[in-house]
């Protein structure tokens, strides 16, 4: 066995480690467990008995105890390294290189980023294994054959391995088997537990078996590795560069998949766009329809497209003049004749007139957008994560900028998860805040001190803080480390008494359930008397109360009268302030008194004398109210959706400010909610969501289910004109479905599981709400960002390409040459994404409302600022351009010959034409009209270094370029000229900043949103692949030169999408893409109050009846059937239609079935 321990590869996170220990001889081969653990159910169960005895065999065999194992485990880490690839060239190539290093710069640090985000994550997946007898917690990656592991309900299980022990362990194996129903694991039934499965229900443990490369996941990954390698072979036969590429990044995209959330993503190449190998998959993935995730990046692809083809279409025209007028100039005006000798020449005249063109288009194809998208986005997921949030999905981090609603957990999130003891009565007095030490007499103290030490478990503590700084730990019942905490508060110690009275001391203690709702503990006092310490729900205790401790700490008579009193002022205002109230009391039997009868609880626990009455909540975090008044103010509704009891969701909701005093807003309990939702037949209906959410604020008693329904039907509204995107939290593996619905999810990071983080797209490394607001002002600030980014390069294009165009069939030469434009083009393209894709976000972003799918990427505001800031620039290098020689006195550079050298003219043409751009890259930080254009210039030192960088590469250019750049060297004043025309541009910003937008009507806005009706229906379908838009775009920026010659294909195709989308609804082949898809279907819960309706499950064997709490239902055909009443549910057991499953929301044949 010695043989199989060397072979155990662990799979975990971007590197797969090679296990290595040392064990000596083991009774069993690495085969014999393999062929084990490919065996189910009652097959597995035969074969352990037969060869091992049972489980404890197998333990034996491996050389462990169900409490340790044994082995030293060394780790070897593959290092991985970055190629560059180097072009070499005259001085057209030589620019062309600075953009591609530049874009392979970024790209890498993008990389890096990334890596840095899949190692914290890795090192963040841990599994729990006892060792040495310790219960201990390791990394996924260091888990070996024979550890025994501890699963519990929301793991996914690392590694395979056989049940040891189980309480009610349910597994849900969708991830490898595709069945949907949980499966019971017992050690009489089916002991056999598999990785990449989920624990759904239960604990247990159990002795692992085979890890990595052996377990059932790794050699499913050992086939695709496999194919894939094979497939790279034939690849690289056939065309070595291109698909040996593609491969790599097949590959390096597993890789990266397989990282991002270490053991829980193992099956993710499965599902994953990138992960799929060879044509096959490639045509299968063709044929599905696509997911339009970004809001920005759809709004960006219709605008590259439209300013690709305006540019296209210039650069033709731009061609056809100069070859025109060359053509009738030379053979039709001065009539000259072709000659055979002077052939060469005009074919240079063509040659240079198609390079002019060329310019031209590439000076209007805007290629820095996809890269200022990615240095934006890269940028702000590096900061976000100094602010908690650990993003998993690139584009969530802008689509959260354009947020409309938030669904907040309460618990945790808005709260400190930590119960505190807020308000007390105390000897008679309520005290609305916790009283001081000296307040509260002796007597009262000491009972209140030994009646809280004693009678709370004694493994329910208060621990010092793990960070200094930090809040101390509680550990054990929350409510006991509350009251714990109450002692503290009053500057005593608890473990003081526990030391004095240890745990085997107590003489007996009745326990907490939920029948008696109250835990009370005797003890036997030195004199052999008996005192006994009780707490509990205060209307149960304070009935067993006949006497309470008075103002001077004596105890007096409690008759019904004052109980009432006490109920009317203490424990109602406290319930009705969310508390949750708690009496404390104790009785005393003295010692000449027989024993009593400590069985008949009933005589023991009565006959009280009352302490005191606490009042317990979880506090509201102090700085949620303000983050929340900020997500308000900034046009966000936040939502507070929890399974807590309406009373206690509602006060939090009013401390946290998400529902003020007078305000119409709804509260519901999710009973209520599912009954206001549902038509008589029990289906959800779309119209009844609308006349709820709008109003909606509360959701208490909500199942996971009613989240989900709540999130899909806000997201699939259309009450308002412009669409909502939600953001969601939760921290339960139940929370799956609606953090997977949502636009973006947000997952806890301390109190999620593993099931939770996976769905979502966003972790709060605190858990804390404010966290989110940060995500909003990072994603509202990647938006402004390409907007800046796209203000500044709008107005270049605009006067490049015009300056070009006029320049050319006026002068039949660019007046800015190819090299001039590829430098211009390298500032306005990558150093201008990189400057101003980098400006760090400002409280300011909070105080507008979001803009939503539909707004304009290019406001009027900003279209006002182009045109302006066009129309000067064009102006200045018309007039040096025509009458720049007269004005510095130096030769004309118009209609120069062929060949002639660089004049100072042209140069200065250039030179003015560069700064202008550099000072109008200060006027685009702001694009809201702002007026100062250098507020918090000096917080960005990208920009400045940047825009510094600029200007002494310029002066390089001007000064020692010559004949590469077209340049002639200038003097100081020319300079200062040149400079002086450049900060004009900050001047004129100031003029057209002072133009009030509301009065140009006549601009038009660009870059709309795509809006739902132009998508296909097929591109709504979820949770397919998703377009990578920057890859499309660069690949319609080539189409674009066929597109004339392929319009019948075009043609073709669009009657065969049309064919498609027709038949999309009646027949689709399932597609069970996600390992995870188990988690996109809910199906919900029938309240007892409601008509039953009978299910097709209900007809199941009768021991899962436990599962049909919380099922999980078939997969159904269509993936927009996520809610119950879409599909998942039929109306009875015999009907079991087709189409009714098949047909989606919205498509004719959903509201035909409606409306019959």
Known sequence: ????????????????????????????????????????????????????????????KLKTSPNEVCGSVNVGEEEEESEAGWIEGAA????????????????????????????????????????????????????????????????????????????????????????????????DRDPMLLSGTHVMEGSGRMVVTAVGVNSQTGII?????????????????????????????????????????????????????????????????????????????????KLAVQIGKAGLLMSAITVIILVLYFVIDTF??????????????????????????????????????????????????????????????????????????ICSDKTGTLTMNRMTVVQAYINEKHYKKIPEPEAIPEKTMAYLVTG??????????????????????????????????????????????????PEEDLYKVYTFNSVRKSMSTVLKNSDGSFRIFSKGASEIVLKKCFKILSANGEPKVFRPRDRDDIVKTVIEPMASEGLRTICLAFRDFPAGEPEPEWDNEND??????????????????????????????????????????????????????????????????????????????????????????????????????????????????TVFEQRQVVAVTGDGTNDGPALKKADVGFAMGIAGTDVAKEASDIILTDDNFTSIVKAVMWGRNVYDSISKFLQFQLTVNVVAVIVAFTGACITQDSPLKAVQMLWVNLIMDTLASLALATEPPTESLLLRKPYGRNKPLISRTMMKNILGHAFYQLVVVFTLLFAGEKIFDIDSGRNAPLHAPPS?????????????????????????????????????????SIVLGTFIVQIIIVQFGGKPFSCSELSVEQWLWSIFLGMGTLLWGQLISTIPTSRLKFLKEAGHGTQKEEIPEEELAEDVEEIDHAERELRRGQILWFRGLNRIQTQIRVVNAFRSSLYEGLEKPETRSSIHNFMTHPEFRIE????????????????????KRNPTPPPSPNRNNNNAADGAIHLTAGRRNKSATSSSPGSPLHSLETSL
């Open 1 to 60: 066995m010695g043989d199989m321990a060397n072979n155990s590869i662990a799979y975990s996170g971007v590197k797969n480690a090679v296990k290595e220990t040392n064990h000596g001889d083991f009774g069993v081969t690495l085969a014999e467990l393999r062929s084990l653990m490919e065996l189910r159910a009652a097959d597995a169960l035969h074969k352990i008995q037969e060869c091992y005895g049972d489980v404890h065999g197998i333990c034996a």
């Open 92 to 187: 057209i190539l030589l620019s062309v290189v600075c953009v591609v290093l530049v874009t392979a710069f970024n790209d890498w640090s993008k990389e890096k980023q990334f890596r840095g985000l899949q190692s914290r994550i890795e090192q963040e997946q841990k599994f729990t294994v006892i060792r040495g007898g310790q219960v201990i917690q390791i990394p996924v990656a260091d888990i070996i054959v024979g550890d025994i592991a501890q699963v519990k309900y929301g793991d996914l299980l690392p590694a395979d391995g056989v049940l040891i022990q189980g309480n009610d362990l349910k597994i849900d194996e969708s991830s490898l088997t595709g069945e949907s129903d949980h499966v019971k694991k017992s050690l």
């Open 221 to 301: 990954f050992t086939l695709l590795g496999a194919g894939g390698d094979e497939e790279e072979k034939e690849k690289e036969k056939e065309k070595k560069d291109k698909k040996s590429k593609k491969q790599d990044g097949a590959v390096e995209n597993r890789n990266k998949a397989k990282a991002q959330d270490g053991a829980a993503m193992e099956m993710q190449p499965l599902k994953s766009e990138d992960g799929g190998d060879g044509d096959e998959k490639d045509k299968k993935r063709s044929n599905l329809p696509k997911k339009e995730k970004s809001v920005l990046q759809g709004k960006l692809t």
């Open 332 to 405: 039709w005006v001065q009539k000259r004749p072709w000659l055979a000798e002077c052939t060469p020449i005009y074919i240079q005249y063509f040659v240079k007139f198609f390079i002019i063109g060329v310019t031209v288009l590439v000076v209007a194809v805007p290629e820095g957008l996809p890269l200022a998208v990615t240095i934006s986005l890269a940028y702000s997921v590096k900061k976000m994560m100094r602010d908690n949030n650990l993003v998993r999905h690139l584009d969530a981090c802008e689509t959260m900028g354009n947020a409309t609603a």
């Open 452 to 501: 809280i030490s004693v009678n709370c478990a004694y493994t329910s503590k208060i621990l010092p803080p793990e960070k200094e700084g930090g809040l101390p730990r509680h550990v054990g019942n929350k409510t006991e480390c509350a009251l714990l905490g109450l002692l503290l508060d009053l500057k005593r110690d608890y473990q003081d008494v526990r030391n004095e009275i």
């Open 604 to 717: 023991i626990v009565t006959g009280l004398t009352c302490i005191a009455v606490v009042g317990i909540e979880d506090p509201v975090r102090p700085e949620v109210p303000d983050a929340i008044k900020k997500c308000q103010r900034a046009g966000i509704t936040v939502r507070m959706v929890t399974g807590d009891n309406i009373n206690t969701a509602r006060a939090i909701a009013l401390k946290c400010g998400i529902l003020n005093p007078g305000e119409d807003f709804l509260c519901l309990e999710g009973k209520d909610f599912n009954r206001r939702i549902r038509n008589e037949k029990g289906e959800i209906e779309q119209e009844r969501i609308d006349k709820i959410w709008p109003k909606l604020r509360v959701l208490a008693r909500s199942s996971p289910t009613d989240k989900h329904t709540l999130v899909k039907g806000i997201i699939d509204s």
């Open 904 to 944: 100072e003219h042209y140069t200065i043409v250039f030179n003015t034409f560069v700064m202008m751009q550099l000072f109008n890259e200060i006027n685009a930080r702001k694009i809201h009209g702002e007026r100062n254009v250098f507020e918090g210039i000096f917080n960005n030192a990208i920009f400045c």
């Open 1088 to 1107: 007892d109050s409601e008509p039953h309706i009978p299910l097709i499950d209900d007809t199941d064997a009768e021991d899962d009846a436990p599962t």
